[in-house]
């Protein structure tokens, strides 16, 4: 990191714009990003979000804007100490390394190079070059010379005060992005199909889950998101996630599993549409529109399944449909546009007289795994969550959906 970068970033948020910024301290757009992007490297996490045409600090960038803030004015008053005026343009052109300046403190606290070289770890030579390097940047000698050794002058003193308080506002900052990578380290990390709605199983279990897990990992926080089963297979691969709550039993290579619940599955539909048809699937299938999850998604499977068994090819090419990632969308369509739609028998609004189902034999049951990646520290998350879980009442077949 080098100070130039703290003094733009700090514009960057104060400004809320890369260009405003440009302008400001005189430097190319190009390395006005440059910088902020620096500085977000080194503390690992973002700093802004883009609103319209507007920069926004996120919360982390509020949270360090002061510090910032008051880095760049120690960059601008070490800007200031030679030939120049110490404006944002001369302090966006000090690209000191903060380790050079950190180097000069330690000069400075032992009152010799050689003693300081020493310290560090590395070679006099090297140390001699970094503190003339310093001095030509900040245009003006910093340390007196003399045979016992070399002693910070009036300018070098200043630096020293100003270095110190810029090398505390760094540690702070930094210190605290260890504390993030340590965190993130240390996170389990839980991918879910996206539940149905509120009062869905999904919910109920990743509800659960997210609330016991403290008392049995407290070192361990718990991180949860939802996609679809395809992802969440793929990212358990790529140990994007250490468990998964999966609504397929196709598993790839090298992923344990267990089913953890099961439901039958219905097609439902509003309570005329069903008595029309007189429980008769393929008719229902053929005569109404259908309202589908993604082809990704472990409910989408059923329904090929059942459709391969049911009807010809001729027939499931000449299916009317739409497919719709959301449930409440699905419900709405079935309710009141005449839309037919397979859930899960535990997912039907109960008791609504306006829709009614149609149950599917066992062999379409729905089945909910947890799945890892073989591996033991895998297989502890797995077990502990089946702890966790154990007391929830799960439906086995839930076979009792809104009568016709």
């Known amino acids: 990191m080098d100070l130039a970068s703290l003094l733009i970033a700090h514009h960057v948020l104060a400004l809320g714009g890369i260009r405003e910024t440009a302008k400001v301290v005189d430097r190319p757009v190009s390395s006005v990003s440059a910088a902020l ?25 509020v949270r360090i804007g002061r510090d910032l803030q008051r880095a760049a004015m120690l960059v601008g008053e070490l800007s200031g100490l030679g030939d120049k005026d110490g404006t944002p343009e001369d302090g966006a052109r000090l690209s000191v390394p903060l380790l050079a300046l950190q180097r000069f403190l330690v000069v400075g606290r032992s009152g010799s190079i050689r003693r300081a070289a020493q310290e560090i770890g590395i070679g006099q030579p090297q140390l001699t070059r970094q503190i003339r390097s310093l001095e030509r940047d900040l245009g003006l000698p910093l340390l007196d010379r003399a045979a016992a050794g070399a002693v910070p002058n009036a300018s070098g003193q200043r630096v020293i005060a100003l270095g110190e308080e810029l090398e505390a506002i760094w540690l702070k900052i930094s210190d605290h992005a260890g504390d993030r990578f340590r965190r993130a380290a240390s996170t389990t990390r839980v991918g879910s199909v996206t539940p149905l709605g509120r009062e869905s199983l999904i919910a109920r279990i990743l509800a659960k889950l997210a609330a016991d897990w403290p008392k049995h ?46 439901s039958g599955l219905a097609m439902v539909g509003a309570a005329d549409v069903i008595a029309d048809q007189r429980g008769d699937l393929r008719q229902l299938l053929l005569r109404h529109p259908i309202a589908l999850p993604s082809l990704k998604s472990g ?43 397979l859930l899960p028998l535990w997912a039907i609004p109960q008791p609504d007289e306006r829709m009614a189902a149609i149950a599917l034999p066992e062999a379409y049951d729905m089945h909910l795994s947890l799945a890892w990646k073989k591996g033991a520290a895998a297989e502890t998350i797995a077990r502990t969550a089946e702890h966790i879980l154990g007391s929830m009442p799960f439906p086995v077949t839930g076979r009792n959906p809104p009568a016709a």
């Open 217 to 262: 990992m407290p070192r361990r926080p718990l991180y949860i998101s939802s996609t679809n089963a395809e992802e969440l297979l793929s990212g358990i691969t790529d140990r994007t996630y250490d468990l998964v709550l999966v609504d397929t039993l196709d598993m790839p290579p090298g992923v344990e599993h267990r089913v953890i619940s099961r």
């Open 299 to 341: 409910l989408r499977q059923k329904f090929g399944a059942l459709t391969e068994d049911i009807l010809t090819a001729y027939e499931r090419a000449a299916l009317t449909f739409v497919e719709i990632d959301s449930i409440p969308v699905i419900a709405n369509l079935v309710s009141d546009h005449g839309y037919i739609a």
């Open 37 to 61: 992007a620096r500085l977000q490297f080194h503390i690992a996490t973002p700093l802004t979000t883009t609103s319209g045409n507007r920069i926004q600090p996120t919360l982390e960038g």
